[in-house]
């Protein structure tokens, strides 16, 4: 069982930026993580996506690459999600997920994900 709790979220303008954290509690070891996001009335989208390694293969959707970056600790058992340049658009709700497993290739399909946290709220204003 894996226990995941997101941090972080707040509001900002357009063209700043943020740092989510997720904390992971029972092993995430060697899993596949990844940051999602769901706007109002809109569907769940993948934002991006680590395999086990610190400094892993990553995945991006391509409306966040260049401005996003995933990135996990292991020794803390965390995962983080730089946003940089942000936009409108990035508005919504943003949430943590554990792929238990070996972790062959990051993916960005949250139905591959079995853990989820309860999210935190990014809001960006123009």
């Known amino acids: 069982q894996v226990t995941l709790a997101e941090s972080g979220g707040d509001s900002v303008q357009a063209g700043g930026s943020l740092r989510l954290s997720c904390v992971a509690q029972?092993?995430?070891?060697?899993?596949?993580m990844g940051w999602f996001r769901q706007a109002p009335g809109k569907e769940r989208e993948g934002v991006a996506s680590?395999?086990?390694?610190?400094?892993?293969?990553?995945r991006y959707a391509e409306s966040v690459k260049g401005r996003f970056t995933i990135t996990r600790d292991n020794a803390k058992n965390t995962l983080q999600l730089e946003m940089n340049r942000l936009t409108p658009e990035d508005t919504a709700m943003y949430y943590c997920?554990?792929?238990?497993?070996?972790?062959?290739?990051?993916?960005?399909?949250?139905?591959?994900?079995?853990?989820w946290g309860q999210g935190t709220q990014v809001t960006v204003s123009s």
């Open positions: 997920a554990a792929k238990p497993g070996i972790c062959w290739l990051p993916s960005l399909s949250g139905s591959e994900y079995p853990f």
């Open positions: 029972g092993s995430t070891y060697r899993s596949c």
């Open positions: 680590i395999d086990s390694e610190d400094v892993g293969r990553t």
